[in-house]
């Protein structure tokens, strides 16, 4: 799992419409302690957020050195579910949760309020519509809507909807996941039912820092699944090696994907690398919590309660065949893949690191020598 520096759950605030989350007090000590830390960061994505000069500040790697301080959600908004519980952890009060909630908020506030953004469903073309409504689960049951985005443990979400229904009898069944049959999506329903649940159930989503998801993405399609090795290795092989030779596509490497990537059209691309803005749109729906891999099973825990799921119900332990991503992998990878082609990879993903408050990938030269 990628280290704390990354940014875990938000809710949206008042002014974008959505449920607000309640913030536990904070002494004058830590607050005067923590604003130190913390001011740095957010004069940082101030700037970014009135210049737009994101483009450029990647030229400058000015943002490489940005470290968002890490967001827990309060004692009271966990003790329902952590009561009691062996897997309970301290949870500090912290003044940069409520800090880090502004700033992600008044981005995405920000950033979706431009003009030429996209203001509500409808305004999508079809293709992104299409996109957006397949990726979107529902329970009626329990009233969310959750937006599922590959390689940030939605299997694990799936398992919860499917045992919320009553198609599993629990999440640690052992049984290879299937991604379509006993799920409902919101492209299933027609325009009024849409309309009536987004507007009306708790919407959520979980975010990643999205090199360390294209990594994993990487790493487990090109390294584990034959189907992907055939469909996509042989044929990104073929267009971006020098000599391929005959290959199975089990051999692609890092770089070779990225440069997949840079010609690939955002909105063809396969949802286990597409950008999470393409895939969950957030400008057209108003999610009311963003939860992070960084803080799964906190982040998870407080859906759980707001949704009134079963207490008998637990976010899913990692299965052990499991391969995270460590800081040393993304490190040893990103170091050692061309620096430009890095850079020009980027703005694709600009606006994931931008309206989630990722920091941009370190890869300065005196970075990768550590």
Not at 110 to 125: A, E, F, R, V
């Amino acid at each position: 799992m990628f280290p704390p520096p990354l940014i875990p759950l938000v809710a949206r605030g008042k002014e974008m419409g959505g449920s607000s989350v309640r913030r536990a007090p904070v002494s004058s000590r830590t607050r005067s302690r923590a604003t130190t830390v913390l001011l740095p960061s957010m004069l940082m994505f101030g700037v970014i957020v009135a210049s737009s000069g994101l483009l450029l500040m990647i030229e400058k790697g000015i943002l490489a050195e940005v470290k968002s301080p890490p967001l827990h959600p309060s004692h009271r908004e966990l003790s329902w579910r952590n009561a009691g519980s062996a897997r309970a952890a301290s949870v500090p009060e912290d003044v940069g949760y409520q800090v880090l909630q502004d700033i992600r908020n008044r981005t995405i506030h920000t950033m979706c309020g431009q003009k030429n953004m996209p203001h509500n469903i409808w305004d999508l073309s079809a293709g992104q519509r299409r996109t957006l409504l397949k990726h979107i689960l529902v329970s009626d049951k329990h009233r969310f809507l959750y937006c599922y985005v590959p390689k940030v443990a939605c299997s694990n979400w799936k398992r919860i909807l499917k045992v919320l229904d009553g198609v599993l009898e629990n999440v640690d069944v052992k049984l290879k996941m299937d991604h379509k049959s006993d799920l409902v999506f919101l492209s299933d329903m027609k325009p009024e039912e849409i309309r009536y649940r987004l507007k009306h159930y708790f919407k959520f989503i979980f975010v990643r820092d999205p090199m360390e998801r294209l990594l994993s993405a990487y790493r487990n399609k090109f390294g584990e699944i034959k189907e992907y090795q055939l469909k996509y290795g042989v044929e990104i092989i073929k267009r971006y090696r020098k000599t391929p030779g005959k290959t199975t596509g089990d051999d692609v490497t890092f770089s070779e994907f990225l440069r997949y990537l840079l010609d690939e059209e955002v909105e063809k691309m396969n949802e286990h690398w597409m950008p999470i803005y393409n895939l969950c749109q957030p400008c057209v729906v108003r999610y009311d919590f963003i939860g992070s891999y960084e803080r799964l099973n906190e982040d998870a825990n407080y859906v759980l309660e707001h949704v009134q799921a079963p207490s008998f119900i637990r976010f899913p332990e990692r299965q052990s065949w499991y391969k995270p991503v460590t800081p040393q992998t993304l490190h040893y990878y990103l170091c050692n893949t061309p620096r430009g082609l890095v850079k020009e990879l980027l703005p694709k993903y600009i606006l994931d690191f931008s309206l989630f408050a990722y920091p941009l990938p370190n890869i300065t030269s005196e970075f990768c020598r550590q």
